[in-house]
């Protein structure tokens, strides 16, 4: 138990669906990171929100987006999906961004677009 | 964009052998280098991280070398273990220009320990 919570853990959806990924973290961290997990490649990072502000956006499709509405709390809004966009998405928190030392990760939320 | 190079993809290694994984990067301008390790169906979890005012870190059977000149460093895993089967990533901390930092991982390393 990492203390960062992901739901759901898989997701199916059809390109024209919405649907959205729930994190949750309990460490009292001030910043949230979305990743994006695809086979044999780096982990991407996609958002980073600290004290509930977004100050990265990794040049991600508008089809993603984000959403934290307190601290403890961070969304991804998906709709218009395309297959490629199938991968495992990886939430994490830290103390914060401008000194990020240890990432603690959820577990992911692995998404199939069809 | 930053890049860091990990190798091997993938590493297989019997039961007591040594796991080494090398990373390479381009820039200087990093100042922590952490290792994940994740195991099948869980989020990357910190194993072990090294500053490049050291050249080696030890914890356990994990060391970290780092060579600063070479722009490289490195993983060994000393009595490798069927436990300690999973992927393995490296990390370099880039200060951001927008006033903050943050991790570029690299590809990861497959790791399995035969018995």
């Known amino acids: 138990e990492t203390g960062v919570t992901q739901t759901p853990r898989h997701l199916v959806m059809g390109m024209t669906n919405k649907k959205s990924l729930k994190c949750e973290q309990h460490l009292g961290h001030n910043a949230m990171y979305w990743y994006k997990q695809s086979a044999k490649k780096p982990l991407e990072l996609m958002f980073v929100y600290s004290l509930e502000e977004r100050v990265e956006n990794n040049s991600v499709p508008s089809r993603f987006s984000p959403e934290c509405p307190n601290s403890s709390h961070l969304f991804l809004h998906l709709h218009t999906l395309q297959p490629e966009d199938s991968a495992l998405y990886l939430c994490a928190s830290s103390q914060g961004p401008k000194v990020p030392g240890e990432l603690f990760f959820g577990e992911g939320s692995r998404l199939t677009v069809l | 964009q930053q890049q860091v190079k990990q190798s091997p993809q993938s590493l297989i290694v019997q039961k007591g052998g040594i796991s080494i994984i090398n990373c390479a990067y381009e820039?200087?301008?990093?100042?922590?280098f952490p290792w994940y390790q994740q195991f099948p169906g869980k989020g990357p979890a910190l194993l072990i991280a090294i500053r490049p005012d050291v050249s080696e870190k030890k914890e356990g059977r994990f060391t970290i070398s780092f060579n600063k000149s070479a722009k490289q460093f490195s993983l060994h895993i000393m009595d490798s273990q069927p436990g300690d089967s999973a992927t393995y990533f490296c990390a370099i901390r880039f200060w951001f220009s927008g006033g903050y930092n943050k991790l570029i991982f690299g590809a990861g390393t497959r790791l399995a320990v035969h018995p």
């Open positions: 820039n200087t301008a990093f100042d922590y």
